[in-house]
């Protein structure tokens, strides 16, 4: 692998159809009712399919595959950074009123 | 150069981070407020016609392919082609921005558009949508009222996306003229590489904006 290589036409393509393919199926799937033990799971697999979008976007479209690791760090860590900010306001706010106050 | 190049790329990212710190901190909000007012985030978001959403998401797609084309020509030095791919970016931009026009104009028509004391906001069409589905007159008007933070949250994530799009099409704009004057070639072609990155961005914005605001109610599951 050399850094600041960049992928083929061909590999340009392949993503292009995988993203078209996810847009599609997103949309199809929406409109099917996902409810397993009484929970609807249509909006986690909303999101998967958008967080696989993403990272085809960000491996090829923006070079992060080809990138040097220090490129590769910083990109996880922003994403990193986005699951602490994520989960510890979930944590806050859903167990709010679960815990009485001494 | 190459030393020139990694530096340029770290910094576009370590800006690109802070970007997806803001974006994220909405999602947030979004998520939180979903859950707090669910019967309310269902109704505004099913009021939304999917298909211009659908349209937009692919063309967004496009746009980003042929961004990736223009650095790609950009790298082997080709002027012709950098020009061409830059305009279709563009041109896929101003498509992109023109059917959001639509879709916020159809909101104004509808009365969706939360405007405080002005009173813009009249949801009639949820208000009588909630009653065929069952709902009595007094929770129709409820949840119909709760819709008017729905959509501040519609126009404030479409909005500061819209607002990304026209900043990423003066960009190009700018890029499209150094490109008139030949300056990028195998040698040094970052502006381009990094404008590159900044538009891949705003493409995976509207990725997950998308089916958040669009799909992720039309079940009417539980949450």
Request: with cysteine.
């Amino acid at each position: 692998m050399t850094e600041g290589a960049h992928p083929t036409h061909k590999v340009y393509y392949l993503v292009f159809l995988a993203l078209v393919i996810g847009t599609v199926l997103t949309w199809r799937i929406a409109f099917v009712d996902l409810t397993f033990f009484g929970i609807s799971f249509n909006p986690e697999v909303a999101v998967l399919i958008a967080c696989t979008k993403a990272t085809l976007v960000i491996l090829f479209f923006m070079h992060v595959r080809y990138s040097s690791k220090l490129t590769m760090l910083t990109v996880a860590a922003g994403f990193f950074w986005l699951l602490i900010m994520i989960s510890l306001d979930l944590c806050d706010y859903l167990t709010r009123g679960a815990v009485k106050p001494l | 150069m190459a030393q020139q190049k990694e530096a340029s790329t770290f910094g576009m990212w370590v800006f690109l981070v802070t970007e997806i710190m803001m974006f994220g901190g909405v999602f947030v909000a979004y998520m939180i407020y979903r859950l707090k007012y669910y019967e309310g985030f269902v109704a505004g978001s099913t009021s939304i016609d999917v298909t211009w959403g659908f349209i937009n998401t692919l063309v967004l797609i496009c746009s980003s392919l042929t961004m990736a084309l223009a650095v790609s020509a950009a790298q082997r030095g080709v002027v012709r082609l950098q020009k061409i791919f830059i305009i279709f970016t563009m041109a896929l931009g101003l498509v992109f921005l023109v059917i959001k026009g639509i879709e916020y104009h159809q909101k104004w028509v509808e009365h969706h558009v939360p405007g405080g004391t002005w009173q813009t906001f009249d949801p009639q069409d949820i208000h009588q949508d909630l009653i065929k589905e069952g709902k009595t007159p007094q929770a129709a008007t409820e949840i119909a009222h709760q819709t008017e933070i729905f959509f501040c949250f519609y126009f404030a994530m479409t909005g500061l996306h819209a607002l990304h799009m026209i900043i990423g099409l003066i960009l190009m704009t700018w890029l499209l003229l150094r490109v008139s004057r030949r300056e990028f070639g195998p040698d040094y072609y970052t502006p381009v590489e990094l404008g590159g990155l900044y538009w891949h961005f705003v493409d995976i914005v509207w990725i997950y904006l998308f089916p958040l605001l669009y799909l992720i109610n039309r079940t009417h599951g539980k949450i």
